[in-house]
Every structure is written in structure tokens, then in C-alpha cells.
């Protein structure tokens, strides 16, 4: 009598340190991680406008809590994490969104740096508008 043969397939064992056997994975998480610090950061407004909408009282005491030293780190860390995803977007634009004119797609240079130009002026505008420059 033949040997009967199983058919299942070999599946590896996957553990939580797969994000370091490569570093494309570990920038690819690094990336997903951005998106909660950005959450993070969306709440933290929202929460500004209620104490704001609460009275002078609240809002400077929400003022108070931005400057203690756990806020700073988190708002640098934001403000870290959201440079990285817009730097990643913008060099991954051209492959997932290509500009054709005439039939022919432009170079992904000239995609990518009409973004980051767009962006400058953008952050220019905003900090001319906050009084900063």
C-alpha cells in the first residue's frame, strides 16, 4: 500500500522583528507609525478648540500644557515624523500618480520637485500668514 502524502503547504513562523531583516521594511514601518502621530497631533487640536471654546481659563491652561517638556518631545517628534511622510510621498508620487503630456510620462524628477516646491511655498505662505517671517 502507497504512503498516503499530506498536501500542506510550509508556512514560516513570523515574529514581530520581521521589520529588521531588511531596511525597506523598516522604512516602510516607520511610515505607517507616522500616521499615528499625525492622529495623535489631529486630537490634541481638536482638543485645543474645546478649551478654546471653554474660555480663556481653559485655553490657557491647555497653552501651559503644550510647553511642558513630554508635549515638546511629542510635538518634535511629529513634526519629525510628518517630514518623513511627506518626503516618502513625494518621491513615491511619480510612480503611483505619472504626468503624461503629449503621450509621454514627465521625468519623475520634475513630478517630484514641482511637489517640494509646491510645499515650500506653501510653508512659506503659512508662516508669512502666522507673522513669523
Same mark, same amino acid.
Given at each position: 500500500?502507497?504512503?498516503?502524502?499530506t498536501r500542506?503547504?510550509?508556512?514560516?513562523?513570523v515574529?514581530?522583528?520581521?521589520?529588521?531583516?531588511h531596511p525597506r521594511?523598516l522604512r516602510?514601518?516607520?511610515?505607517?507609525l507616522?500616521?499615528?502621530?499625525i492622529?495623535?497631533?489631529?486630537?490634541?487640536l481638536v482638543?485645543g478648540?474645546?478649551?478654546?471654546a471653554? !474660555?480663556? #481659563? /481653559?485655553?490657557? @491652561?491647555?497653552?501651559?500644557?503644550?510647553?511642558?517638556? %513630554?508635549?515638546?518631545v511629542? &510635538?518634535v *517628534?511629529?513634526?519629525?515624523f510628518?517630514?518623513?511622510?511627506?518626503?516618502?510621498?513625494?518621491?513615491?508620487?511619480?510612480?503611483?500618480?505619472p504626468v503624461r503630456? !503629449?503621450? #509621454? /510620462?514627465?521625468? @519623475?524628477?520634475v513630478v517630484?520637485?514641482?511637489?517640494? %516646491?509646491?510645499?515650500?511655498? &506653501?510653508? *512659506?505662505?503659512?508662516?508669512?500668514?502666522a507673522?513669523?517671517?
Amino acid at each position: 500500500m502507497a504512503e498516503e502524502v499530506t498536501r500542506r503547504p510550509y508556512v514560516r513562523r513570523v515574529t514581530w522583528r520581521w521589520i529588521f531583516r531588511h531596511p525597506r521594511y523598516l522604512r516602510y514601518m516607520a511610515r505607517e507609525l507616522s500616521c499615528l502621530f499625525i492622529g495623535a497631533w489631529t486630537f490634541m487640536l481638536v482638543w485645543g478648540l474645546k478649551r478654546l471654546a471653554e !474660555g480663556p #481659563d /481653559a485655553w490657557h @491652561g491647555f497653552l501651559a500644557a503644550l510647553t511642558s517638556p %513630554a508635549s515638546i518631545v511629542f &510635538l518634535v *517628534a511629529t513634526l519629525a515624523f510628518a517630514t518623513y511622510h511627506s518626503i516618502t510621498w513625494f518621491n513615491l508620487t511619480p510612480k503611483a500618480l505619472p504626468v503624461r503630456v !503629449g503621450g #509621454d /510620462a514627465l521625468p @519623475g524628477g520634475v513630478v517630484s520637485g514641482a511637489h517640494y %516646491a509646491a510645499w515650500a511655498v &506653501l510653508s *512659506a505662505a503659512v508662516l508669512v500668514l502666522a507673522g513669523a517671517v
